[in-house]
């Protein structure tokens, strides 16, 4: 088992007295792929942006966040400045709105890259066309003088990735990278993600609501509901025998073209009602508005479950294999 | 739907006929210079009532431009649209109102497609009363609501009390209310949570079996579509390039691009 | 860009030529016959026709249009009808005196506007401090006579440090002109200032809260790189096409600080030209200030223009 990059411990994101991420526990080893899984307000955008430090105005993150020894939560804004590209960096969604539309892409890169201080045997100009080329970015130079709007979705976000990967991150955060551009072009942008991750040697925090994403590209995989991991654990396992009952149902619900061609006319099951508001979380277990297997039990908060190599927070988890 | 007997001939209900669209984009500010791009070329298609019909293609494939000419959003710069055997261009002003009826659409983004000052209850209303429909309003209302899975009481609800599910399945009331003859949904449910978007498809599962009425879905995503209708029609870069029941097409893809949609839906 | 700055030049000279038809118009219909304006009471009919045959006024409206014009562009003001000197003399006194009391102001307007501007933008983007905003909003709404006044009764009168009036030339003894030029300067420097300080004050919030600013310091941008370098830059478009407005409220207060301060300048010639109902010369000087306006926002649209780059690129 390799060395643990980032260990998150009883972590929180708050404003005041609402809480969009609540007491997670998770760790980050070296060169993990880990994906995280949720609908939309589950806290996973905020979870990602807590640890660059980027919180939006008037949130805080409590608790235990160390990456490489060194405890995030805490951290001055100065220190932050220091690590932010060169330990932590991220990939955002919307690929329009997170580049500057008044600089071109080079100079945009080039940022990025100065700002490392990497004692590098190659110069900027050197090191952009092997970068470019890692992005599968066709004519690179061209590409360079554009300014983003007039590059495609794909290109931008794989701009981005560039970005990211330019101060030889140790981590790298990729918030929904993928949800702005279509299932084609989606395939592309992973690639790339994947395989500069893997160069630069890096962990990758994948976050996006589409299953099949984390199942193709990552090994560990965590299912946030109401700012809680509900199930955590290697995606194999998760994967194909799902303990918790929201994870079932999300994967129930997931329609992917194989089972379309095996059972061609199979009703797609669903999960009832919506996840509550932050500021409405019932207490107890989060899910049991929406739970069929929920009782009397379940009115108090479940605690992580150990079983196997994952994490369950169900009272009622059905057998206990793996 | 491509068919030629007589038959389905019959029962058609909107073709189109080689129509081929282009953007003119002008250019403000420096100089004022229209570019022409080409957003769809010869396009043909004939729905009849009954049909499912599913549209897909990577982003930029000319599949909303097609719906846009289908519902008469858009006019062609060539080729020929016809409802029920008449021109959109030369029609009279009554027939019109009964295409305007007959072909509804329902938008990506359902947020922005409410008037957020009106009880939903009221916008649901504003079609019948626009469109000149008889009966008892409320009545259709309500069985709309029922229809799409929501309840009744929806209608005191402004638009900023619904989710996104929810206030999608209102969008798609207010284009049922009318009783079209076609349903276009673009990209309904890509806006939309997992677990909600298993909802609306449901949903647009059940309307297919609606015999008196023809359900177009678009979507870049291949397995929603195929889930959900019984034809598909996959686009690619501005023109249909294969077309078939959803088996054929995804047993025996034709063409390349069907072969990279089907590629690209990547499985749990 | 060449074609770009045609465009603008010939939309310059549309308005050249509506404003001065306005202009041309408004004086005849509002002034009347300016041969009688100018006689005042003294006019006979006799009288009357003298002058006008003198000044031209005799000749069909559209003609009389045309050389107005044709004079306008080839420099030829006309002569002050009472003081007999040639209207161009007046005014190689009385421009330096404005230009000098616009550019006072603009940099007292500027050295208040960037950096109140900023300052209150990093609070405001940071969810915080109105106080800033509430002063802006004093200084846009309070009124030049009274700043002024307020002004040359302390500095001037009370501590006796400054002027309160009056002008000396360039070419006398500049440091007497710069002393005369510190209170005007500052009376008509802190309105524009304010109006400064809320533009900016907006586009800087506007930037900040994009995405593309959480994009570079996600990359290791400080906050206050990310503002000099993606924040001022990128709000300086915006705050570029309100440069024009800017303008408008500075020769506005132009002439009501010259007229409070005792300054020569172009509008106390128009007061004093309005005042001995010389309405040709009133006309003549209303119309520079007119290309005046018109010049600066021309070189607005051009600054817009190399500023935003992406105009550029085809
Ligand atoms: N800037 C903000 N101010 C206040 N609340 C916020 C802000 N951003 C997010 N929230 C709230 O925090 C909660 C978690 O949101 P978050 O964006 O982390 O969800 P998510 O899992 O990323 O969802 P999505 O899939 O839609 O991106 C939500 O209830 C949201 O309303
Ligand atoms: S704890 Fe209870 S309510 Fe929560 S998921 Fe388990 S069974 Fe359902
Ligand atoms: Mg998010």
């Known amino acids: 088992m390799s060395k643990d990059l980032l260990t998150v411990k009883n972590y929180s994101v708050s404003s005041g007295s609402i809480s969009a991420v609540r007491q997670v526990d998770f760790k980050v080893s070296e060169n993990e792929k880990l994906g995280i899984v949720g609908e939309s307000g589950a806290g996973k955008s905020m979870l990602g942006l807590s640890l660059m430090g980027l919180l939006p105005f008037g949130w805080e993150s409590t608790g235990s966040a160390e990456l490489a020894g060194r405890e995030l939560v805490s951290m001055s804004e100065k220190d932050l400045v220091g690590i932010r590209g060169r330990d932590i960096s991220m990939v955002f969604q919307d690929s329009l709105s997170a580049l500057n539309p008044m600089k071109k892409i080079g100079k945009q890169l080039e940022f990025a890259f100065k700002h490392a201080e990497v004692s590098r045997s190659e110069s900027f100009d050197e090191y952009i066309l092997t970068l470019m080329h890692s992005l599968k970015i066709d004519d690179p130079e061209l590409s360079l003088q554009k300014y983003p709007h007039q590059l495609s979705g794909g290109q931008r976000q794989r701009i981005l990735i560039g970005m990211a ?47 099949a994403v984390v199942s193709n590209y990552c090994e560990k995989i965590i299912v946030m509901y109401a700012g809680k991991i509900v199930e955590s654990g290697p995606v194999v396992s998760v994967m194909g025998n799902p303990k918790h009952p929201y994870t079932k149902a999300l994967i129930g619900s997931h329609i992917s073209l194989k089972h379309i061609k095996s059972g061609m006319s199979k009703r797609l099951p669903v999960i009832p009602g919506m996840m509550p508001a932050i500021q409405a979380i019932p207490t107890g277990c989060a899910f049991k508005t929406r739970c069929g297997s929920a009782t009397a039990a379940c009115e108090v908060q479940p605690p992580n479950f150990l079983v196997g190599e994952r994490t369950v927070s169900c009272w009622h988890i059905e057998d206990q294999s793996e | 739907m491509s068919k030629q007997d007589s038959a389905t001939e019959s029962k058609a209900i909107l073709i189109v006929e080689n129509a081929s669209y282009e953007y003119r984009a002008v250019r403000k500010k420096l100089i004022s210079r229209a570019v022409r791009q080409s957003a769809l070329g010869n396009a043909s298609m004939t729905i009849s009532s009954g049909d499912a019909i599913g549209i897909v293609g990577s982003s930029g494939a000319g599949k909303t431009t097609f719906a846009r000419i289908l519902s008469g959003q858009l006019v062609p710069s060539s080729g020929v649209v016809s409802y029920l055997g008449t021109d959109l261009q030369q029609m009279s002003n009554e027939n019109e109102l009964g295409f305007r009826r007959g072909v509804q659409y329902v938008f990506q983004n359902p947020r922005a497609s409410f008037d957020p000052r009106l009880k939903l209850g009221d916008s649901l209303l504003e079609p019948l009363k626009s469109l000149k429909i008889l009966g008892n309003h409320q009545n259709i209302i309500d069985q709309t609501l029922i229809k799409v899975g929501l309840d009744i009481s929806m209608i005191d609800r402004f638009s900023h009390e619904l989710s996104g599910g929810q206030l999608q399945r209102m969008a798609i009331a207010r284009a049922l209310v009318v009783k079209p003859k076609v349903l276009i949904a673009d990209e309904p449910s890509s806006s939309l949570d997992v677990s909600v978007r298993a909802q609306i498809l449901n949903l647009f599962k059940d309307l297919t079996d609606d015999e008196d009425m023809a359900l177009i879905l678009i979507a870049h995503d291949l397995a929603a579509v195929a889930y959900t209708t019984k034809q598909i029609v996959v686009f690619s870069a501005g023109g249909i390039v294969e077309q078939g029941s959803v088996s054929e097409v995804l047993v025996a893809p034709k063409h390349k691009a069907t072969a990279d949609l089907i590629d690209a839906s990547i499985g749990i | 860009m060449s074609i770009f700055l045609f465009r603008r030049f010939l939309a310059f000279l549309v308005a050249f030529f509506l404003t001065s038809i306005l202009i041309f118009v408004l004086v005849r219909v509002i002034g009347g016959n300016p041969a009688t304006t100018l006689l005042g009471e003294y006019s006979t009919p006799e009288a009357v026709r003298e002058i006008e045959i003198q000044l031209g006024l005799d000749r069909p409206i559209v003609i009389q249009y045309f050389e107005w014009i044709i004079n306008l562009c080839s420099g030829d003001l006309g002569t002050s009808f009472r003081s007999g000197l040639e209207v161009n003399y007046l005014l190689a006194s009385a421009i330096p005196v404005s230009i000098s009391l616009s550019i006072g102001a603009l940099i007292v307007a500027v050295l208040i ?40 009764m302390f500095f001037g009168v009370r501590l006796g440090l400054l002027p309160t009036g009056g002008w000396v030339g360039w070419s006398e003894n500049y440091a007497q002109s710069l002393r005369h030029l510190v209170l005007p300067s500052i009376a008509l420097g802190i309105g524009i200032g304010s109006v400064i300080t809320r533009f900016v004050r907006t586009a800087v919030v506007e930037v900040m809260r994009q995405d593309y ?92 223009f190399s500023l935003d780059k992406r105009l550029r690129v085809k």
């Open chain 1, 165 to 211: 990967v330019a101060c030889n991150p140790r981590l790298i955060v990729a918030d929904e990278p993928t949800t702005s551009v279509d299932s084609v072009i989606q395939r592309d942008v992973l690639d790339v993600l994947i395989s500069n991750v893997s160069r630069l040697g890096a962990s990758l925090v994948l976050i996006t609501h589409d299953l």
């Open chain 3, 113 to 152: 506007g960037f950096p109140l501007g900023i300052i209150s933008a990093v609070k405001s983007y940071r969810g915080s401090g109105t106080a800033l905003d509430f002063f802006s909003q004093i200084g846009v709404a309070m009124p030049i006579f009274w700043s002024g006044a307020l002004l040359s």
């Open chain 3, 213 to 304: 600013v959480r994009t570079g310091r996600a990359f290791g941008m400080s906050e206050y790189r990310a503002l000099f370098s993606i924040g001022l830059r990128n709000a300086s478009l915006p705050i570029v096409t309100v440069l024009g407005n800017i303008v408008s409220h500075l020769v506005g207060g132009t002439v009501i600080t010259e007229t409070l301060f005792s300054m020569p300048g172009l509008s106390r010639m128009i007061l004093d030209n309005v005042i001995s109902r010389d309405i040709l010369v009133v006309q003549n000087l209303v119309m520079i200030i007119v290309v005046y306006i018109l010049i600066v926002n021309f070189i607005v649209d051009i600054s817009y």
